[in-house]
């Protein structure tokens, strides 16, 4: 009798850790995609429910200090009808496009040598060590010395910012590589060359470019430093000029340029990533 009531007591506890998990609330599950949608336009919807509150509650100076979504729309045609919006966006885009194709570049050679060589990490890594730390936006007035005030500072501003998180974040990307792949290639009578180019690079690829995508944020987060050494357009100067005369439209208007950059800049690094390496689709 107490063994069947003891498993009487069991059995709802059994019917629950038995039950099948929640679509929306399982961990690692496929999500279908119309809940993907349904999700990602509740999503958006809410951060424009918080933003239309804060503009239109009921307090003194609220809709001066966050503008409505209408008058940050209005704003955001009026500079696209003047032009200047297309003249500081393709400013701002070419300095960060040149200043981080620089800082991947180096980020790429550098980091696949350190993840790939313990002999060039014993010697870079106390360069690298003392460098990461000095805040690049320190260096700002001897980029203005040494470089004077055109686009040199702020493309090396922005390169400078962004180089040592993409060489240790990619020299850990190949350190990954499994080094089964690397003496299976050994065996096969591969050289250091023929590794390098046919095993460690293209098993890296997925992993660069993800570094890349995480990394572009800090470029145009040094944009806004860079735009400041004696810029006359770009979206960060535009914001720094629509902040002495308070308008606080133009500055949310701006502030949205930047993240449908971001948006439009992330997707397009994804499918790149996918495209350089199918398999490595998650």
Do not use: C
């Not at 003891?6 to 961990?27: E, K, Q, V, Y």
């Not at 060039?120 to 980029?143: K, M, S």
């Not at 145009?220 to 005369?245: H, P, S």
């Amino acid at each position: 009798m107490v063994a069947d009531a003891d498993a009487s007591d069991r059995a709802p506890a059994l019917r629950t850790r038995g039950r099948r998990p929640s679509t929306l609330l399982g961990i690692r599950t496929e999500l279908a995609v119309r809940w993907r949608i349904v999700l990602g336009v509740l999503g958006v919807a809410s951060v424009f429910a918080l933003w239309a509150y804060a503009a239109y509650r009921p307090q003194a100076g609220s809709s001066v200090l966050v503008p409505s979504p209408a008058r940050t729309w209005h704003a955001l045609s009026q500079m696209w009808s003047a032009g200047t919006l297309r003249s500081d966006l393709a400013a701002s885009a070419q300095r960060v496009a040149i200043g981080y194709s620089i800082s991947v570049a180096l980020g790429i050679v550098l980091g696949i040598a350190i993840g790939s060589f313990a002999s060039v990490e014993a010697f870079l890594e106390p360069q690298l060590g003392f460098l990461r730390y000095i805040p690049a936006t320190a260096l700002t007035p001897l980029f203005l010395l040494w470089l004077g005030i055109d686009e040199s500072p702020k493309i090396w501003l922005i390169a400078v910012g962004t180089v040592f998180y993409n060489v240790l974040m990619i020299a850990d990307v190949a350190r990954n590589v499994p080094r089964e792949m690397l003496n299976a290639a050994y065996t096969l009578g591969a050289g250091r060359r023929t590794i390098l180019r046919r095993v460690i690079l293209p098993h890296s690829w997925p992993g660069i470019i993800d570094v890349a995508r995480i990394n572009l944020a800090a470029a145009w987060l040094m944009l806004v430093v860079a735009e400041l050494l004696a810029a006359q357009k770009g979206l960060a100067y535009q914001i720094n000029l629509a902040q002495r005369f308070r308008a606080v439209d133009t500055m949310f208007a701006l502030l949205i340029v930047f993240g449908v950059i971001g948006l439009i800049s992330d997707l397009a690094l994804r499918a790149l990533r996918n495209r350089l390496a199918a398999w490595a689709r998650p």
